[in-house]
T-cell receptor, first 117, second 115 residues
Framework: EPEVTQTPSHQVTQMGQEVILRCVPI?????FYWYRQILGQKVEFLVS????????KSEIFDDQFSVERPDGSNFTLKIRSTKLEDSAMYFC???????????????FGPGTRLLVL | AQKVTQAQTEISVVEKEDVTLDCVYE???????LFWYKQPPSGELVFLIR??????QNEISGRYSWNFQKSTSSFNFTITASQVVDSAVYFC????????????FGDGTTLTVKP
C-alpha cells in the first residue's frame, strides 16, 4: 500500500540553526500538508500546498517557515532559524485531490521528531 | 471556524471492558469529513476511520464501532472488549469540504487499558 515517508525520523539541532524536514508524499497525490505536534499536545495545521504554491497557512506558519516541492517527489519544510519552542513532531500529509482535497482522506507520514537545544 | 472537542482527557479501563471516546465538532461547512486516528507511543498517526457528513450510517470494524449523530454534532468511538494493545492517544479530526482540505484535531484522549 502506498504511504507517505518522512526523513529524518529524528533530528537534533542547535537553536538558531536551519533545518530541512523532508517528505515524500504518495505519488499521485496533489495536495500536501505539514502539521506540528508539540509533545503532549494536539496536532496543529501549519500549511497546505497545491500546484506549487501555498493554499492556506496557519498563524503558526510565520516567516521562519517555508515549504518547497523541489522536484516531482519531495516536499520539504524549512525552518530558517530554529527556536526552542520549535521542538515538536512534524507530520507531513498528502491527499489525492482529484475530487477536491476536501473530499479525500489525508494520509499522514510517520513524523520527524525535532529537538532544538 | 472549525472546532473539535474531546472532553475526555484520559480514560483508564481494565482489559475486556467496553470504552467510548467522545468527540463533538463545530463547523459551518455543509460538507465535511470526520476521522479518528490512533497514536501509539511510537508517535505515528494511524488512520482508523473516515465518515462523510452526508452519510450517517454507523460503522463497525471488528471491535471498533463509530456512532455519527449529525443532530448533536458528535462522532463517538467505541472499543468493545478492550485490550492492552488499544492503549494509545486517540484523536478525532474534522476536515472541511474546501479544496485546501486541512484537518482540525481535537486535543486527544489518552486511553490506558490495564491487564
Amino acid at each position: 500500500e502506498p504511504e507517505v515517508t518522512q526523513t529524518p525520523s529524528h533530528q537534533v539541532t542547535q537553536m538558531g540553526q536551519e533545518v530541512i524536514l523532508r517528505c515524500v508524499p504518495i505519488s499521485n497525490h496533489l495536495y500536501f500538508y505539514w502539521y506540528r505536534q508539540i509533545l503532549g499536545q494536539k496536532v496543529e495545521f501549519l500549511v497546505s500546498f497545491y500546484n506549487n504554491e501555498i493554499s492556506e497557512k496557519s498563524e503558526i506558519f510565520d516567516d521562519q517557515f517555508s515549504v518547497e516541492r523541489p522536484d516531482g517527489s519531495n516536499f520539504t519544510l524549512k525552518i530558517r532559524s530554529t527556536k526552542l519552542e520549535d521542538s515538536a513532531m512534524y507530520f507531513c500529509a498528502s491527499t489525492g485531490g482529484l475530487r477536491g482535497a476536501g473530499q479525500e482522506t489525508q494520509y499522514f507520514g510517520p513524523g520527524t521528531r525535532l529537538l532544538v537545544l | 471556524a472549525q472546532k473539535v472537542t474531546q472532553a475526555q482527557t484520559e480514560i483508564s479501563v481494565v482489559e475486556k471492558e467496553d470504552v467510548t471516546l467522545d468527540c463533538v465538532y463545530e463547523t459551518r461547512d455543509t460538507t465535511y469529513y470526520l476521522f479518528w486516528y490512533k497514536q501509539p507511543p511510537s508517535g505515528e498517526l494511524v488512520f482508523l476511520i473516515r465518515r462523510n457528513s452526508f452519510d450517517e450510517q454507523n460503522e463497525i470494524s471488528g471491535r471498533y464501532s463509530w456512532n455519527f449523530q449529525k443532530s448533536t454534532s458528535s462522532f463517538n468511538f467505541t472499543i468493545t472488549a478492550s485490550q492492552v494493545v488499544d492503549s494509545a492517544v486517540y484523536f478525532c479530526a474534522l476536515k472541511g469540504g474546501t479544496n485546501a482540505g486541512k484537518s482540525t484535531f481535537g486535543d486527544g484522549t489518552t486511553l490506558t487499558v490495564k491487564p
